[in-house]
């Protein structure tokens, strides 16, 4: 089993930037690859950003592709995922999402975090 909390969402401007961290307890944190989703109102959950479990292999969406960065601390057992240029499509409910395997899929999670709101104004 392993726990896991959002936090550093809020409300920011277009343009601006946000850090997401995602905080785990429980079972050794690096034997987990970890994804960042998001779900804005009347859509379906997507697939952001995910690491490896040395945060050796990133992946990105293709709409948040040179925009975010996803990045690990196995000291801290959390992951971050850095936001710049955001813009208001960005507007979600963000969560964190880890399994041993690799993913981009969420179906392919076992562990979720219960989100964090990121508000982007235009």
């Known amino acids: 089993q392993v726990q896991l909390v959002e936090s550093g969402g809020g409300l920011v401007q277009a343009g601006g930037s946000l850090t997401l961290s995602c905080a785990a307890s429980?079972?050794?944190?690096?034997?987990?690859?970890v994804g960042w989703f998001r779900q804005a109102p009347g859509k379906e959950r997507e697939f952001v950003a995910a690491i490896s479990r040395r945060g050796g292999t990133t992946d990105y969406a293709d709409s948040v592709k040179g925009r975010f960065t996803i990045s690990r601390d196995s000291a801290k057992n959390t992951v971050y995922l850095q936001m710049n240029s955001l813009k208001a499509e960005d507007t979600a409910v963000y969560y964190c999402a880890a399994d041993v395997l690799y993913s981009r899929y969420a179906d392919e999670y076992d562990y979720w975090g219960q989100g964090t709101q990121v508000t982007v104004s235009s």
């Open positions: 429980g079972r050794t944190f690096s034997a987990y690859a």
